[in-house]
């Protein structure tokens, strides 16, 4: 395989790692507008990013199985018509506006990303120097931050109408302008996504004509593995210390994220009193701040080792997490906006700093982690309750305690990991 080769590959895999960041970063802005128009409560609406993160949970195993069968680009294909699949059954779901319907598009779409994810994260770290893996796959994330611009940009500009009603204004309309009215609100999503759907399934047409390096790990292929049986590999990989460290690192890591990003719009609205389209304008901002984190952390690698900088980021998000929830104001909508810059570089890097040294285990070793996606799930059900049920700034104590365990797991492997990106490399 040529340098030139391997070039477009990282280019074209990287486009992906914006598709799959298109998706996600959409959810915050369905939180709130599917709350409004199906008419739901905060726990209610926080099945949205359960939804989500569910299907990542499910489907790794199956992606990586799949991958041993057909290789990294048929996983890669399968990921992309599964998402365009979910995308635009949005428009159906839209037209009845059925929550349920919803559910089951977004659950299609992250099946999806869970394929691409599970084959673009390894393929990536594998694709070049293992010595600079993290810094690959940071600058690949990076577009996942540009990703989330892009979301906050499409979410304010044509899905958020910027129009609450209160209490008082719904029961003074009739039962046919409450419904007409919840109609609109549910329809803004439909062009949206139809468009994106439609964008994600020519990329796949794409990708199935574009040949892409093969990637084979060390003994794979050899005959040792495939004696085994699926539930004996996974066996071996519980035995792999840093790999299931680094599971329950990217739990809690995404269960934070789900937790900062998902519910960002209702935090703004609730404790610094905004608007809709204000507290979007925000969550633009904190896209943008998680994008200029990525870049600004994958260059940063080149003089700190990535778990270093892994631990120095989720210690003064600890600290931000305690401004978000004991300030008033508009101040604890800053201090998330800090939050979005220093979690950044996190999933990557947990993600690279788990699976490095796997060799034939990599596949499989790398659906594990994305498995642990599943924390957004489990931790958006408890933010939900516990903003019903007492105060969105106390749920946010939920995504400290996550910040608390990344730091917790880096620190420990400051002096023991190997991986020390410096400018010599």
Request: with cysteine; aromatic share 12%; hydrophobic share 55%.
């Amino acid at each position: 395989m040529t340098k030139n080769n391997t070039l477009f590959a990282i280019g074209l895999i990287t486009s992906l790692f914006f598709i799959w960041g298109l998706a996600l970063n959409l959810n915050p802005v369905l939180i709130p507008h599917l709350k409004k128009a199906c008419q739901l409560t905060t726990f209610q609406s926080s099945f949205v990013d359960f939804a989500a993160y569910i299907a990542y949970f499910l489907f790794p195993i199956p992606a990586a199985q799949f991958m041993k069968k057909f290789g990294y680009k048929g996983g890669i294909i399968l990921g992309l018509l599964l998402v365009s699949t979910g995308m635009l059954l949005f428009y159906p779901a839209a037209g009845i506006r059925n929550y349920g319907f919803f559910l089951l598009a977004l659950f299609i779409t992250f099946s999806g990303s869970a394929f691409l994810e599970t084959a673009a994260n390894p393929y990536i770290s594998v694709l070049g120097d293992p010595n600079t893996a993290a810094r690959r796959i940071n600058l690949a994330q990076s577009f996942n931050g540009l990703a989330s611009v892009t979301a906050g940009i499409v979410g304010s500009r044509f899905i958020l109408s910027g129009i609450t009603l209160s209490a008082t204004q719904e029961a003074a309309m009739t039962a046919p302008q409450l419904k007409a009215y919840l109609d609109k609100e549910a329809s803004s999503v439909q062009m949206p996504f139809l468009i994106i759907g439609l964008g994600v399934l020519i990329i796949a047409l794409l990708i199935f004509r574009t040949p892409l390096p093969l990637i084979v790990e060390e003994g794979e292929g050899t005959g040792e593995l495939e004696k085994k049986s699926l539930f004996e590999r996974i066996g071996d990989l519980l035995h792999e210390k840093e790999l299931m460290a680094g599971v329950f690192a990217q739990f809690f890591y995404v269960g934070a994220q789900a937790c900062v990003f998902g519910f960002f719009v209702l935090f703004a609205e609730r404790v610094a009193l905004m608007d809709e389209k204000s507290a979007s304008v925000f969550l633009i901002a904190g896209s943008v701040c998680f994008m200029v984190g990525r870049f600004v952390g994958t260059m940063l690698m080149k003089v700190i080792s990535a778990v270093k900088l892994l631990a120095i980021y989720s210690f003064i998000n600890i600290i931000l997490i305690a401004l978000a929830v004991i300030l008033q104001g508009k101040l604890p909508v800053y201090a998330l906006l800090g939050i979005d810059f220093f979690m950044s570089i996190m999933f990557p890097t947990i993600f690279s700093l788990s699976i490095r040294g796997l060799g034939n285990k990599t596949k499989e070793g790398s659906s594990l982690v994305i498995m642990a996606i599943v924390g957004g799930a489990i931790c958006a059900l408890g933010f939900g309750l516990i903003a019903d049920h007492s105060n969105i700034q106390l749920a946010y104590l939920i995504p400290g305690f996550c910040f608390l365990y990344v730091f917790i797991y880096a620190f420990k492997r400051i002096k023991t990991t190997e991986v020390v990106l410096s400018a010599a490399h």
